[in-house]
């Protein structure tokens, strides 16, 4: 697949692996993405980081065919967050790569816009109440409160995963404070099940804006998307998940 498409977002659900398929994914990573794997002291989460990673190198090479996967220049800025250590082809190539529960996601932009990415499975009996209390603006909580009882936990998910993306977009993860981005005002209850629907805009500078877009892949699935750019409209290209399992039976 080598698609024109300058935006793209891959969601793909962890799948159990055995010792041969593991080594094979371990074998396409850098040593410095194996040392990492290594560190981790769950199995579990060893596996879904090294699918995270491995994932990340087929989206680029599936998108960007003439470079194998064990190809990609890949290493993590200070905060951890992937990027490639040199210019594809004389030209930058942005993503970023999140997971919660079962499910991965992976966003790959051309350019150098800054990109960032959060999925998160809805879980009503967290204790998200306490969460929202401690992370929330004073308009973002009155905007849940305001919330049928049954209506908060998808709402408080919707404000957490924009917050998320656009603080992985900035390279900060969750060392900056969330109460100092506010999504209030973002267009929040008729998320899209199919495409991702563009929610907020902010310009944080005379020259820099966000802008973020949500959609909902599953009742109990949320997704967010954030980009560094002006430019409107942004076109993006969710990739069916029936690529990914095409392109995994093959591998397997």
């Known amino acids: 697949m080598n698609s024109n498409a300058r935006h793209q977002v891959y969601i793909r659900q962890f799948e159990p692996l055995d010792e041969e398929l593991r080594m ?4 396409d990573l850098s040593a410095a993405e194996r040392e990492r794997i290594a560190l981790s002291r769950s199995a579990r989460v060893r596996d879904k980081l090294l699918q995270s990673r491995w994932w990340l190198r087929q989206c680029l ?4 065919a003439e470079l194998a996967a064990h190809a990609w220049p890949i290493e993590a800025d200070v905060h951890g967050k992937p990027l490639l250590s040199c ?5 930058p190539i942005q993503f970023n790569v999140s997971h919660s529960g ?3 996601a992976i966003v790959i932009a051309s350019g150098n816009d800054a990109v960032g990415i959060d999925i998160e499975q809805i879980k009503p009996q967290r204790r998200w109440q306490e969460i929202a209390e401690q992370y929330f603006t ?7 409160q305001a919330q049928p009882s049954t209506e908060q936990a998808a709402m408080f998910y919707r404000l957490w995963v924009l917050k998320e993306a656009l603080l992985k977009a900035k390279g900060v993860g969750l060392t900056a404070p969330l109460a100092d981005y506010d999504f209030s005002g973002a267009e929040l209850h008729a998320v899209s099940a199919t495409r991702l629907q563009s929610v907020h805009r902010w310009r944080e500078t005379t020259t820099q804006v966000w802008q973020s877009w949500l959609m909902a892949p599953t009742p109990q699935l949320l997704l ?3 980009l560094a750019t002006a430019q409107t409209p942004v076109s993006w ?10 392109y995994w039976r093959a591998r397997r």
């Open 237 to 246: 290209q969710l990739v069916p998940s029936s690529t990914l399992a095409d």
């Open 24 to 27: 094979a994914m371990l074998a």
């Open 61 to 64: 090479s599936l998108q960007h």
């Open 87 to 91: 210019l594809y082809q004389g030209a």
């Open 102 to 104: 079962n499910y991965l």
């Open 224 to 226: 967010a998307v954030t």
């Open 138 to 144: 004073a308009s973002e909580l009155q905007l849940l």
